[in-house]
């Protein structure tokens, strides 16, 4: 009898804390083994967030009380000694005959013995011991049960990504009442956009209400102009911005001097021009994925004109030159923000964009021919075969899609100029010729595909969107190659992207594809991770 998915996740403590569905408390391990306890908040460091450190558990003697073991459900000592969530805000330590000391955080010493059960953290209340640590499991075993069977061998790592997107589901503020489930409980505590398309593609096979809700706390904060926000978070939205990233400022400057770089922003001493910011158009892809597995019109018609619109901004409100063909207005907007693709210039138009509103076009024609809205769902499929016809006229140089940036093209090579595949509206030999790019050793190795080509210059195995490996690029490119008609080599990397994750040690957001270890500074416990390699792992 296989050991239940709750008992195969091991937390470590440090990549993997102790906290639970709703909670902002994260527990973790400091170096010297003791326990301190922080808060999880929007782009804000766990060390300016910190409730208590220092803490230790000793027996009645003085001895200390060692972690035995550290599950989802609760955090063992020696002594039968246990921490455990009454609820999202309140920490208890259960056991009898023992001490708790800690600092808190202003540095005053603290101890607690116990008799039964104590609040650890949060309100004082009495503390059914027995009932707190029976409802802890509980509440964990009815999250595991949702995971949906994968294969055996990769179960144990499917079980760490589902508790990932467990511990990830927060409530925020801005989000009308719901749980969002943010990317990473270290700094990324909001619900982003794309990333919440790829959260659902998991959500959908264990709750399909709550990816839906994905989608709705995006779209409620939609502008009228069609926008979709690139964060909603605890204090408001993020739809526009007046400054790059630094490390896309700095390298900027390496290529059109300080001064463009800086452009009329703080550094050349001005206010700096408002830029809208979104993520790539994948919402009504999204949609339709979550609608496969658990039919819902009344949730399709709910967002097929929010989704329309959305589509007409990025034809009308992103496309600067007016050629037809969308652009990036600010690296934000990519989901890539320290791509290369960003060197040369604020805007860019790499060929993943306008592939993604050609599939939109096609996939709003499913929902529309879906709510019996036939004549929309043609001229929807028609303006699919148009733009990708467009895409080919304007950006197809006879070997590859081309990036195009500060008006030029630009020779960095990345699999975005392979993503045309999703159209699934290719000429055959087009398409033969990414494929054949796919499996070149500019991107295909034995943990494909780096986001930077193998043999180019900017190659850095370790840098973000620089080189390693990223789910959802992966992810996407399977998509694209399914929808194009290469069933095999879609099976390939799939396989070759679950066998990197289930031996690179955890839910990496990026993958060094050199070694598969986690690459850089890349978070761990991270969503979309855990989401796609969930769905890339069922039976």
């Given at each position: 009898m296989p050991s239940p998915p709750l008992d195969l996740v091991a937390l470590d403590l440090r990549e993997r804390p102790f906290t639970d569905r709703g909670s902002r408390l994260l527990v973790l391990a400091a170096d010297d083994g003791d326990l301190w306890i922080a808060r999880s908040e929007y782009e804000t460091r766990l060390t300016d967030t910190t409730v208590l450190t220092g803490l230790r558990i000793h027996s009645a003697d003085g001895g200390p009380l060692p972690i035995r073991a550290?599950?989802?459900?609760?955090?063992?000592?020696?002594?039968?000694?246990?921490?455990?969530?009454?609820?999202?805000?309140?920490?208890?330590?259960?056991?009898?005959?023992?001490?708790?000391?800690?600092?808190?955080?202003?540095?005053?010493?603290?101890?607690?013995?116990?008799?039964?059960?104590?609040?650890?953290?949060?309100?004082?209340?009495?503390?059914?011991?027995?009932?707190?640590?029976?409802?802890?499991?509980?509440?964990?075993?009815?999250?595991?049960?949702?995971?949906?069977?994968?294969?055996?061998?990769?179960?144990?790592?499917?079980?760490?990504?589902?508790?990932?997107?467990?511990?990830?589901?927060?409530?925020?503020?801005?989000?009308?009442?719901?749980?969002?489930?943010?990317?990473?409980r270290f700094g990324y505590v909001g619900v982003w956009n794309w990333d919440s398309y790829f959260h659902a593609i998991a959500l959908r096979h264990g709750d399909p209400e709550l990816a839906r809700d994905q989608i709705r706390i995006l779209l409620a904060h939609q502008r009228p102009d069609g926008l979709i926000p690139d964060v909603v978070h605890d204090e408001g939205v993020l739809a526009e911005t007046t400054d790059l990233p630094r490390s896309d400022r700095a390298r900027l400057a390496e290529h059109v001097g300080q001064a463009l770089a800086d452009g009329p922003g703080e550094a050349a001493g001005g206010a700096g021009d408002v830029v809208p910011v979104t993520k790539p158009p994948l919402t009504a892809w999204a949609v339709w994925k979550i609608h496969r597995a658990a039919p819902d019109p009344a949730f399709l018609a709910e967002v097929y004109e929010p989704i329309a619109r959305s589509q007409e901004w990025w034809l009308t409100h992103s496309d600067p030159d007016g050629d037809g063909l969308a652009e990036y207005l600010?690296?934000?907007?990519?989901?890539?923000?320290?791509?290369?693709?960003?060197?040369?210039?604020?805007?860019?138009?790499?060929?993943?964009?306008?592939?993604?509103?050609?599939?939109?076009?096609?996939?709003?024609?499913?929902?529309?021919?879906?709510?019996?809205?036939?004549?929309?769902?043609?001229?929807?499929?028609?303006?699919?075969?148009?733009?990708?016809?467009?895409?080919?006229?304007?950006?197809?140089?006879?070997?590859?899609?081309?990036?195009?940036?500060?008006?030029?093209?630009?020779?960095?090579?990345?699999?975005?100029?392979?993503?045309?595949?999703?159209?699934?509206r290719l000429p055959r030999e087009i398409a033969d010729?990414?494929?054949?790019?796919?499996?070149?050793?500019?991107?295909?190795?034995?943990?494909?595909?780096?986001?930077?080509?193998?043999?180019?210059?900017?190659?850095?195995?370790?840098?973000?969107?620089?080189?390693?490996?990223?789910?959802?690029?992966?992810?996407?490119?399977?998509?694209?190659?399914?929808?194009?008609?290469?069933?095999?080599?879609?099976?390939?990397?799939?396989?070759?992207?679950?066998?990197?994750?289930?031996?690179?040690?955890?839910?990496?957001?990026?993958?060094?594809?050199?070694?598969?270890?986690?690459?850089?500074?890349?978070?761990?416990?991270?969503?979309?991770?855990?989401?796609?390699?969930?769905?890339?792992?069922?039976?």
């Amino acid at each position: 009898m296989p050991s239940p998915p709750l008992d195969l996740v091991a937390l470590d403590l440090r990549e993997r804390p102790f906290t639970d569905r709703g909670s902002r408390l994260l527990v973790l391990a400091a170096d010297d083994g003791d326990l301190w306890i922080a808060r999880s908040e929007y782009e804000t460091r766990l060390t300016d967030t910190t409730v208590l450190t220092g803490l230790r558990i000793h027996s009645a003697d003085g001895g200390p009380l060692p972690i035995r073991a550290a599950r989802p459900d609760r955090i063992s000592f020696a002594g039968d000694v246990h921490l455990v969530f009454a609820d999202p805000d309140t920490l208890v330590l259960t056991g009898t005959g023992a001490r708790a000391q800690w600092l808190d955080a202003d540095g005053t010493a603290r101890a607690l013995d116990l008799d039964g059960g104590r609040v650890l953290v949060g309100p004082e209340v009495a503390v059914d011991a027995p009932a707190v640590l029976a409802a802890a499991r509980a509440r964990w075993t009815a999250w595991f049960d949702r995971m949906p069977s994968v294969r055996a061998e990769l179960r144990e790592r499917a079980a760490m990504a589902w508790w990932t997107l467990g511990i990830n589901l927060l409530p925020i503020r801005c989000a009308g009442g719901r749980e969002g489930l943010v990317p990473s409980r270290f700094g990324y505590v909001g619900v982003w956009n794309w990333d919440s398309y790829f959260h659902a593609i998991a959500l959908r096979h264990g709750d399909p209400e709550l990816a839906r809700d994905q989608i709705r706390i995006l779209l409620a904060h939609q502008r009228p102009d069609g926008l979709i926000p690139d964060v909603v978070h605890d204090e408001g939205v993020l739809a526009e911005t007046t400054d790059l990233p630094r490390s896309d400022r700095a390298r900027l400057a390496e290529h059109v001097g300080q001064a463009l770089a800086d452009g009329p922003g703080e550094a050349a001493g001005g206010a700096g021009d408002v830029v809208p910011v979104t993520k790539p158009p994948l919402t009504a892809w999204a949609v339709w994925k979550i609608h496969r597995a658990a039919p819902d019109p009344a949730f399709l018609a709910e967002v097929y004109e929010p989704i329309a619109r959305s589509q007409e901004w990025w034809l009308t409100h992103s496309d600067p030159d007016g050629d037809g063909l969308a652009e990036y207005l600010h690296p934000y907007s990519s989901g890539l923000d320290d791509s290369p693709v960003w060197d040369y210039g604020p805007r860019a138009e790499p060929p993943d964009l306008n592939a993604y509103l050609a599939l939109q076009f096609d996939v709003l024609g499913d929902i529309a021919e879906a709510l019996d809205r036939a004549e929309e769902a043609e001229t929807w499929r028609k303006r699919a075969a148009a733009h990708t016809e467009l895409l080919v006229a304007r950006r197809w140089n006879g070997e590859r899609f081309t990036t195009v940036s500060a008006g030029r093209e630009v020779s960095v090579r990345t699999p975005l100029e392979l993503l045309p595949l999703l159209t699934g509206r290719l000429p055959r030999e087009i398409a033969d010729r990414l494929v054949a790019d796919l499996r070149s050793p500019s991107f295909w190795g034995e943990r494909p595909v780096p986001t930077v080509a193998f043999d180019d210059p900017t190659f850095d195995p370790d840098a973000m969107w620089r080189g390693p490996v990223w789910l959802n690029v992966n992810y996407l490119l399977i998509e694209g190659l399914r929808r194009s008609g290469y069933p095999d080599v879609a099976d390939e990397l799939t396989e070759r992207t679950v066998r990197m994750v289930a031996e690179g040690g955890g839910l990496y957001e990026y993958w060094n594809p050199l070694t598969g270890a986690r690459a850089g500074r890349a978070t761990t416990g991270f969503g979309w991770s855990s989401a796609l390699f969930v769905d890339l792992a069922r039976d």
